[in-house]
DNA sequence: AGTTGTGAAATGCTTCACAGCT
DNA sequence: AGCTGTGAAGCATTTCACAACT
């Protein structure tokens, strides 16, 4: 297994995106794939695939192609979704109940154990998901004791540091931030980044048009 | 100005960054900034900053640094936020409605302009952010005439094509798919992915716990 | 003195080309 | 024959080092 900090992340999203599909391929009773059709079914080129899987030793049949129900297993142990994780939402606003209630995260032995806000009028509050909105005051270490949380910051952007804080001294050391707010993270810790705003933009720079008249 | 498919995309994404940033220090008054002060409001190192300003040409004073408004003005300019972009969602689901509630995108010059679905029980329907939910068979040339539409793709994975393609036979030919499945777009045509579920599986990667007891 | 702007080096990632397995 | 696995090449992006400017 190489270290864990040599990994391409672009290889881990890819990763995930295979065992997405494999998922899907194997609830369709495919019993045999080709590292072609993995790649069409993520949009990646073939090389692209066989290329990630030789990274961490994944392996096929020269001439056949991959089981999908082994080759799912072998990216899970990758991921580490062969264990259960806990997504901790800190701020229950759109985005964050939105996360709450989306369904698609048990595929990935994710699941959103708790959402946290400040605001009094939200506390104790049932939202989609089935979960009951909680006080910040409450994120202790005792939240997610020897678990496997991940934190999923959805915070006004002012707040976003703030939030974070009271995530790493919970012992919640991984988190998503869908701020726009760059977040500073003690030793150890790892924060990603899910603004999609600057998505947006990029999209808007692609205007055809390349004249504009100004007033 | 370069040829603009020859632009970076991490470029692209931090100009955003830098444009956000921009935005709020001048809110707060802010005169001059160095490239390490932007750098470090993005999380950002300085040399990358002026990199990314010096491939579009953008100019700074050496030994004083930036004008926040200027500097703003030109970013605006080269990611063609000098110039107003609708936002078309179609999917009115939960991050759907989460999107067109959304009110950061004004500062950007995006503005959501449609929500469409195809559910007879929500057509008609008025949401967070003021729109009222359209029958996604409404959605015409006439949704966008002359105007600079961006999709947001926000129905499920397996009506993710399906969508895409109205959108494109509408002539909007820029969509952010936030679902997990690939978009195969006609030519001229560009998509984005903006998936956060592998965003968190990246994160399950880093699990600091490296064995697990199976079963 | 302090900060910008940029070639050149270093690193990281993807694609190519093909040897090797079944 | 067909598909995998992987060094080597190629391309993209980041970082370094420093000259140039105010
Ligand atoms: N909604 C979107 O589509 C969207 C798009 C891009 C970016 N974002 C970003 O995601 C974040 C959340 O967006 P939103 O639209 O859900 O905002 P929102 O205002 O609907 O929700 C924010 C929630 O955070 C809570 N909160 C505030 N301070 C808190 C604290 N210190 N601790 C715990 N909870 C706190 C608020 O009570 C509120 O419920 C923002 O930073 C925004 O910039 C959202
Ligand atoms: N909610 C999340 O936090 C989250 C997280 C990760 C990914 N996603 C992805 O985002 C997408 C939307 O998620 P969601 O949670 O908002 O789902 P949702 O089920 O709440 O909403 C989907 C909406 O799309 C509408 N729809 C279905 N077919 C349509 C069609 N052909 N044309 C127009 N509208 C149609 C449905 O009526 C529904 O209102 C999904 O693909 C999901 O995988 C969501």
Redesign the interface.
Known sequence: MPE?DR?P?PT??R???Y??ALVEQEQRGARRLSSSEIAQ???ISATQVRKDFSFFGLGGKPGVGYDPAQLRGQIAR??????P?Q?VIVGAG??G??LA??G??GA???QVSGVFDSDPAKIGKRI?GGLTIQDVKKLTPKTCPGK?C?GALTVPADQAQRAADTLFSVGI????N?T?A??EAPA?A?V?T?A??????????????TH?E?D
């Open positions: 864990t990994v992340i881990l999203l990763l995930a995106c065992y997405r079914l993520c949009g990758v991921l580490k979704l062969d264990r994780h997504i759109r985005l109940q939105a209630a989306y698609g995260f990935y032995n994710l989609g496997r991940i050391y991984r988190i998503l869908f726009p760059p977040i150890g790892i990603r899910a999609f705003t600057p998505e947006f933009a990029v999209l808007a720079f692609f205007d055809k048009e504009y100004h």
